[in-house]
């Protein structure tokens, strides 16, 4: 399978699991996440890239993503603590942050 067609199953898996489970929002992250985990798998096993380094930053790019992931389990109604929901939020704006920072260096020094 090429780069290109996984990208696009992967976005209209990312839109079902959306739309048909809307009211089931623990299948939805579940579902989110073993999306990423088998994409991530994808990436390490065929290197779809042209580079070695733009694996390697879709590699990064990608666990980033499933850390964003594993946030949102963090503000559903399981965790009732304010603080604890603040201070994910926070988390998640700084790996939100570096993920910037990480793309932004990558794009100034090619």
């Known amino acids: 399978m090429r780069h290109v067609e996984a990208f696009l199953i992967r976005r209209l898996i990312f839109i079902l699991i959306l739309v048909f489970l809307i009211n089931m929002p ?13 994409y991530i798998i ?3 096993l065929r290197g779809p890239r042209a580079t070695k380094e733009d694996n390697n930053t879709d590699m990064v790019n990608e666990s ?3 850390l964003s992931i594993y946030h ?3 503000f559903t ?3 009732n603590d304010p603080t604890f929901k603040q201070n994910a939020g926070s988390s998640l704006v700084c790996m939100t942050l570096l993920q910037i920072v990480i793309n932004g260096s990558k794009m100034v020094y090619q």
């Open 26 to 38: 623990f299948f939805q992250i579940q579902g989110l996440l073993y999306m990423e985990m088998f």
């Open 42 to 44: 994808y990436i390490g």
């Open 64 to 66: 980033l993503l499933m």
């Open 72 to 74: 949102i389990i963090w």
């Open 77 to 79: 109604d399981f965790v």
